[in-house]
């Protein structure tokens, strides 16, 4: 069946520093990828998503890549700040889900930024 | 103003009761969706509605039961709960369904005892 992981349950980085965090999918039909960051107590929330007509898309401080041939998908973090620290999430529009919009979320990575 | 809200943030009850979790959305989106999150922050969807039409019905006990009187509200009903049940339940919402981000309500930690 599908399945999305990440490569660590728990990246710690040094404040300032650039974060990366990775996901593999497995399914190579998916078509729209997206990252979502949480924090204690609330609930997913949306940073950046990308089609799989695209390899690369920029927000602000955050950049996502997309590389269909492995099936992989990373989320950088420019010069990660404390408010940077959550789990953060990526999630694909499975195959077959269609026009359902059934979101499949990965485990999650735990970022912890060191001051 | 909160743009998914979800009430209550907290249940604690006792195994075999009926209880309900209420989901609003005021984004004017048309697609609404309840997921669970496991101890171990595992996010799974469990139904998503679009303008009050069921689109999404996982493998999810039939004891769980969701209504939606209009697009803007999407509550979730469970029957005869079960501490397998204990979980933080997500609503959510988006508009459309084809590739549109979900927005989260800050969910609902329901223990069952």
């Known amino acids: 069946g599908e399945s999305v992981g990440l490569h660590l349950p728990t990246l710690s980085v040094q404040e300032g520093d650039n974060s990366i965090i990775n996901c593999a999918y497995s399914?190579?039909?998916?078509?729209?990828f997206i990252w979502y960051k949480q924090e204690s107590g609330k609930g997913p929330q949306f940073i950046i998503d990308i089609r799989s007509n695209m390899d690369k898309r920029q927000g602000q401080r955050v950049t996502v890549l997309l590389n269909k041939t492995v099936k992989h998908l990373s989320l950088q973090i420019a010069a990660t700040q404390p408010g940077d620290s959550a789990v953060y999430f990526c999630?694909?529009?499975?195959?077959?889900?269609?026009?359902?919009?059934?979101?499949?979320f990965g485990q999650g990575t735990t970022l912890q930024v060191k001051p | 103003d909160t743009a998914v809200s979800q009430t209550p943030k907290y249940l604690v009850t006792q195994m075999g009761n009926d209880k309900s979790i209420k989901c609003e959305q005021n984004?004017?989106?048309?697609?609404m969706y309840w997921y669970k999150q496991d101890s171990k922050k595992f996010l799974k969807i469990m139904f998503s509605y679009n303008n009050k039409e069921l689109i999404i019905n996982e493998t999810v006990p039939n004891r769980f039961s969701p209504k939606s009187p209009d697009k803007a509200h999407l509550n979730l009903h469970i029957n005869s709960l079960e501490l397998g049940d204990s979980a933080v339940y997500f609503c959510?919402?988006?508009?459309?369904?084809?590739?549109?981000?979900?927005?989260f309500g800050n969910g609902t930690r329901l223990t069952v005892t």
């Open positions: 999630a694909e529009k499975g195959a077959g889900s269609g026009n359902t919009g059934k979101l499949i």
């Open positions: 399914n190579s039909a998916s078509d729209y």
């Open positions: 959510a919402s988006s508009q459309g369904w084809i590739g549109a981000p979900l927005h």
């Open positions: 984004l004017g989106h048309d697609t």
